[in-house]
Structure formats: structure tokens, C-alpha cells
């Protein structure tokens, strides 16, 4: 059984609920029968009451709320908007620099660039030696009449360009002999850019 | 932990206890400082919220963050803190509360004299009066034993007490002596 003085040690633990079950029964048990321990109990609550009632009453400002926000979760909210912006607008990027369309556009581009800085000149290129119609054949499903009037010999640049061997003495057999064909040689002579053409005056086979 | 995943439970968890947050750091640091207070704790809680252990109470992690922020920014300013006066492991039956004092409704002088008691005292208190804080919750907040939460409540009530009655009998013995001798934090 508690008397006064047990209670009054405990008072704390009682009113902050962290007593157990057993020992909360001998503490009401007592204070049901002790009308001074209840006053100190009422008071010891009050004073609690006016605690919690003094301090509840500051209102968190509506502005701390949006800072707090603003630098914890929203920040890095704000960071990966951005990296996805910058993501998509790469990915458009690579993706329209790979349609058809957009190729189009920058070879029309650099097409028209080549057109302006073209100046023939004198000139010494090499390439492989190939059947221009069977290369277009291949590449774009071109009909070509190879079968029935002949290859027509057109050299390949190491860029992939095609290059058009402009008829004349000295490229009879570049563009006429079939067995050349496959075959790398180098061209002294001038290029025409604009036409995509070559004059030849000499050449070698390698 | 992704940062999507990591951002929805700071929302979830940590979030909802700013006015709780605010209202210690009210009291602890004054209106002037509160919202700098609270600012820096959830930042730090945003920087380490890897390391809270979601099984546990969030609202006691927050308050051990403020409460080492606030001693940081005490240490920076080159302020002593005062901590709780030595022998507080003593439990003292409540004996003196036999008089009138605490019958009737405690004054506005509350919050002078919480503002009065020393700091660990006043947030002790606050833990456990406001914020319901278990004694082990907050023994975890206050780095301390469960044994000197216990005398610091027991004994921070009575100053309280004791404060709350002297600002009483000041003020109603005239408005000269109203000014209340505070001891500053």
C-alpha cells in the first residue's frame, strides 16, 4: 500500500502516463482516498494544462512552410525538372538529327554551303572505282540498265561520296572498262563541286 | 533510395511535425530566431533522412536535430549554454505545492517562466507537456539517461511552479516591480 510520501515521488511518471498498469491502479487507488495528494495531482496537471496551452499557441507561419518546402523536397524537384527538360530536348535532339526529314534538311544545308564556297580547281582524289547505277541501285532501289548498256564507272571518295567522271580522252577506260571496277585509283585532275564531277587528266590505279 | 522515394516519406514523415518543430523552437530560441531554427533543422534532416530509422519516431529525430542545431548555433555565437545545474539525478516529493498557489488558473506569466527555467530543464518540459514525448523518446532527444529526464521534469515543474508564483505575487504587488527578473537563456 502507498502512502503520501511513495505517491508524491512518482507524481511524474503518473501524470505522464509512464507508469505501469499495476503501480497506476496503487497510485488512483491512494488518490481516491487522499484528498491532498488529489489537489497536488489536480495542480501538478494544471500546471501542465498551462504549458502545453502557453506554447500550442504559436502559429507556424505560412511562409516558413513554403521555405522549408522549398529547400528540402521542392529543390530537388526543381533540379530534376530540369535535367528531364534537358534530357527530352537531347533526345529530340538525337532522335530528329536521325529522321529522315532532318537529315534531309542539314544535307540541303551543307549542299548549299558547297554550292556557295565551290571553286573548280586542280585536284588529286582517291577512290574506289564502282558502277555509279549499281551503287544507286543498291542504295535507293535505282533501275538500272547496266545489264543491258554497260556499267558506267564513277569513283567513290573515301567520305562516301560519289563522285562523276566527266567523259573525255583520258577517262575512257575509267568510266568504260568493266574491269576495272572495285578497283582504288587516284585522279590528277580538277573537281567541279557544284556538279559533284570530276576532269580527268591523268590517273593511276593503285 | 531513389529521390522520388526519398522526397514522398520526407513529405510524409518529417513534414507534418513543422508546427510542432516551430512552436519548441519558439520557446528554445525566441520569435526572432525560431524560423532560422527550424529552416536549418529540416535542412539537415533533408541532408541525413537516409540514416532515420523509419520504424522509430520522427518527431523525436526532428527534435534531436533541432536541439543539436540549437547548440551549434549557441556554441557559434559564443554563448554558454545553460545546461541543467549539477545533482539533477535528485527526485524531490512534491511537499511545497501545499499552499494556495496552483488552485486557481495559472497566469499569462507561464511563458516568462518557462523562458526562465535553463534550457535543458525548458525543453524537457516541452517534450513531455506539449509534444508527449515518451521519457525514453525523450532521453534519445536529449542524449541523456531516462533516470536524469525524470529529475529534470521533477524538478523543472517546481522551478516552473515556483517562477509562475514569484511573477504573480511581483506583478500583483505593483506594476514597478511587474518587470520580471528574467535569467537569460
Not at chain 1, 131 to 143: T, V
Not at chain 2, 36 to 62: G, I
Amino acid at each position: 500500500m502507498m502512502d503520501c510520501k511513495n505517491i508524491r515521488e512518482i507524481l511524474d511518471l503518473y501524470v505522464d502516463g509512464e507508469l505501469s498498469p499495476e503501480a497506476s491502479v496503487q497510485v488512483e487507488t491512494h488518490l481516491a482516498e487522499c484528498v491532498a495528494c488529489r489537489n497536488t495531482v489536480a495542480r501538478l496537471n494544471r500546471l501542465r494544462h498551462a504549458v502545453k496551452t502557453a506554447v500550442k499557441q504559436y502559429q507556424l507561419p505560412a511562409q516558413l512552410i513554403d521555405q522549408v518546402r522549398q529547400s528540402t523536397v521542392f529543390q530537388w524537384r526543381r533540379a530534376t525538372t530540369w535535367v528531364l527538360v534537358a534530357a527530352t530536348v537531347l533526345l529530340v535532339a538525337v532522335l530528329g538529327f536521325f529522321s529522315s526529314q532532318v537529315r534531309a534538311t542539314v544535307a540541303d544545308g551543307l549542299e548549299v554551303a558547297a554550292f556557295h564556297l565551290d571553286d573548280s580547281r586542280a585536284t588529286v582524289m582517291e577512290g574506289k572505282l564502282l558502277c555509279r547505277d549499281c551503287l544507286l541501285k543498291d542504295e535507293y532501289g535505282y533501275h538500272a540498265m547496266c545489264p543491258t548498256r554497260g556499267h558506267h564507272g564513277s569513283l567513290q571518295t573515301s567520305d562516301g561520296k560519289i563522285w562523276h567522271i566527266l567523259d573525255g580522252d583520258a577517262s575512257e577506260e575509267l568510266i568504260h572498262n568493266s574491269k576495272l571496277l572495285g578497283r582504288t585509283v587516284r585522279i590528277h585532275g580538277r573537281c567541279f563541286r557544284r556538279a559533284s564531277s570530276v576532269e580527268v587528266d591523268s590517273y593511276e590505279v593503285l | 533510395m531513389s529521390w522520388t522515394r526519398r522526397s514522398r516519406l520526407f513529405e510524409r514523415d518529417a513534414l507534418p511535425h513543422l508546427p510542432a518543430l516551430y512552436r519548441v523552437a519558439r520557446q528554445l530560441a525566441g520569435a526572432a530566431a525560431a524560423d532560422h531554427l527550424v529552416q536549418e533543422t529540416f535542412l539537415r534532416a533533408w541532408k541525413y533522412f537516409e540514416t532515420f530509422d523509419s520504424t522509430t519516431n520522427c518527431r523525436a529525430w526532428l527534435f534531436r536535430i533541432l536541439r543539436n542545431v540549437w547548440i551549434n548555433r549557441w556554441r557559434k555565437t559564443h554563448l554558454e549554454l545553460p545546461l541543467a545545474e549539477m545533482g539533477e539525478e535528485q527526485i524531490e516529493p512534491y511537499y511545497d505545492w501545499e499552499d494556495e498557489f496552483l488552485r486557481e488558473e495559472i497566469s499569462a506569466g507561464i511563458e516568462h517562466a518557462l523562458s526562465d527555467l535553463p534550457a535543458d530543464y525548458r525543453l524537457t518540459i516541452l517534450l513531455a507537456d506539449v509534444e508527449e514525448l515518451t521519457y525514453e523518446e525523450i532521453a534519445r532527444v536529449m542524449e541523456c539517461q531516462i533516470g536524469t529526464v525524470m529529475s529534470r521534469l521533477n524538478r523543472g515543474r517546481k522551478m516552473l511552479a515556483r517562477f509562475v508564483r514569484n511573477y504573480d505575487q511581483e506583478r500583483s504587488s505593483g506594476p514597478k516591480s511587474a518587470a520580471f527578473s528574467r535569467r537569460k537563456p
